[in-house]
T-cell receptor, first 114, second 114 residues
Framework: AQSVAQPEDQVNVAEGNPLTVKCTYSVSGNPYLFWYVQYPNRGLQFLLKYITGDNLVKGSYGFEAEFNKSQTSFHLKKPSALVSDSALYFCAVRDLTGANNLFFGTGTRLTVIP | KAGVTQTPRYLIKTRGQQVTLSCSPISGHRSVSWYQQTPGQGLQFLFEYFSETQRNKGNFPGRFSGRQFSNSRSEMNVSTLELGDSALYLC?????????????FGPGTRLTVT
């Protein structure tokens, strides 16, 4: 069975500081990993994905994520947070041995303080 | 290119009624998935359609059904509505539904059951 954990419901960070949103996963086979962001009254927007290759993945809006197989983690990072980054962030996984639907974490609300 | 569109954006229904939600995927995308988002359960996969066939189904009762048309547009239907069906229903499309494909989400339909 596959699962995704986002251990922090809420992350607060000052504008201009680096931010990290944590994600760990559990799958039977090799994972495909995704990050999405949701703004109020909007659907989810794709940020980045890890399929294979370089463990550091760069995505939209200056976000990046590091895949760590030994720690089964895929943390989302940004060097300098903007107030406009405040939103709900979801980590998602696909298990290559299972069905191809996305399995989502519970989400982390990021608040960037001016 | 236009994004995923969903209609209607908001619905209020009474228990026992049935409802149909519509989704138009990004042009050229052949895979359409549906998700239910609630504060308590988070994002849960309902089903996926590809080339007018249901390819994958989540763990929801038979009251939830869907279909896909030859132009890839999709509808989902919920019969005999219950209070617990109140949720944001999100449609997502991808090019071919491969494991490596990211999904692009619509803004959702917010269903309220009274």
């Amino acid at each position: 069975a596959q699962s995704v954990a986002q251990p922090e419901d809420q992350v607060n960070v000052a504008e201009g500081n680096p931010l990290t949103v944590k994600c760990t996963y559990s799958v039977s086979g090799n994972p495909y990993l995704f990050w999405y962001v949701q703004y109020p009254n909007r659907g989810l927007q794709f940020l980045l994905k890890y399929i294979t290759g370089d463990n550091l993945v760069k995505g939209s809006y200056g976000f990046e994520a590091e895949f760590n197989k030994s720690q089964t983690s895929f943390h989302l990072k940004k060097p300098s947070a903007l107030v406009s980054d405040s939103a709900l962030y979801f980590c998602a996984v696909r298990d290559l041995t299972g069905a191809n639907n996305l399995f989502f974490g519970t989400g982390t609300r990021l608040t960037v303080i001016p | 290119k236009a994004g995923v569109t969903q209609t209607p954006r908001y619905l209020i229904k009474t228990r026992g009624q049935q409802v149909t939600l519509s989704c138009s995927p990004i042009s050229g995308h052949r895979s359409v998935s549906w998700y239910q988002q609630t504060p308590g359960q988070g994002l849960q996969f309902l089903f996926e359609y590809f080339s007018e066939t249901q390819r994958n189904k989540g763990n929801f009762p038979g009251r939830f059904s869907g279909r896909q048309f030859s132009n890839s547009r999709s509808e989902m239907n919920v019969s005999t509505l219950e209070l617990g069906d109140s949720a944001l229903y999100l449609c997502a499309s991808s090019l071919a539904g491969y494991f490596s494909d990211e999904q692009y989400f619509g803004p959702g339909t917010r269903l309220t059951v009274t």
